[in-house]
Every structure is written in structure tokens, then in C-alpha cells.
């Protein structure tokens, strides 16, 4: 079983940068794709970064020039980086990873809040 456990959420004004954390927990995710899903009241989740193991990623439009997400596979983490953040990037971000056999494995979330 993975558990993955998100870190780095919180308050910050707009035009500022937060850096999300995630890490897995039970066994190798190295090879699994992993990514960073967002949800805000009222809209429909959505994914906001993707990440292979071999390092292949995929950006949705809002977020690309001012996200980056990263991995350590050895230490089994997979990060966003969030810079020139605006209010409409407030939500509560999930860390997921894909299993080989097409299992999806959340985190609980962490909460980013954009808000002068």
C-alpha cells in the first residue's frame, strides 16, 4: 500500500511563491507517474502538473511559465514549485501517483490560499 503525504500549503499574497511537497510512503514509486491535482469550491477538480518516472512532464496552460514540478526518485518525492501566484490559484492541492496496473494513489490534500 502507498501513502503519500503532502507538505507546504499555506497563505500567501499574490505575485508570491509556495513550494508543495510530496512524499511516498510503502514502496518505490520511482517508475509510477505522479502529479499535482488541484480542486476549488465550485469547480470541477482538475490536474495541474504531471510527472513520469523517466522525467517526461506535462503542464496545464494556466500553470505553465510559473509552476514546475519536480522528483527525487530516490528519496521518493515529487514537488511543485508555485511562483507569480494569483488569487485563482486557490484551492486544495492533491498529490497522485498511478500505479502500473492504473490504480490512482491520493494524498489528503494541502491547502494554498492566494489572498492579499
Known amino acids: 500500500q502507498v501513502q503519500l503525504v503532502e507538505s507546504g500549503g499555506g497563505l500567501v499574497q499574490p505575485g508570491g511563491s509556495l513550494t508543495l511537497s510530496c512524499r511516498a510512503l510503502?514502496?518505490?514509486?520511482?517508475?509510477?507517474?505522479?502529479?499535482?491535482y488541484r480542486w476549488a469550491p465550485e469547480t470541477q477538480r482538475e490536474l495541474v502538473a504531471s510527472i513520469t518516472g523517466?522525467?517526461?512532464?506535462w503542464y496545464q496552460d494556466s500553470a505553465k511559465g510559473r509552476f514546475t514540478i519536480s522528483r527525487d526518485n530516490a528519496q521518493g518525492t515529487v514537488d511543485l514549485q508555485m511562483n507569480s501566484l494569483k488569487p485563482e490559484d486557490t484551492a486544495a492541492y492533491f498529490c497522485v501517483a498511478r500505479a502500473e496496473n492504473g490504480t490512482r494513489y491520493w494524498g489528503r490534500g494541502t491547502r494554498v490560499t492566494v489572498s492579499s
Open positions: 510503502g514502496r518505490d514509486v520511482s517508475s509510477w507517474p505522479m502529479g499535482w
Open positions: 523517466d522525467g517526461s512532464i
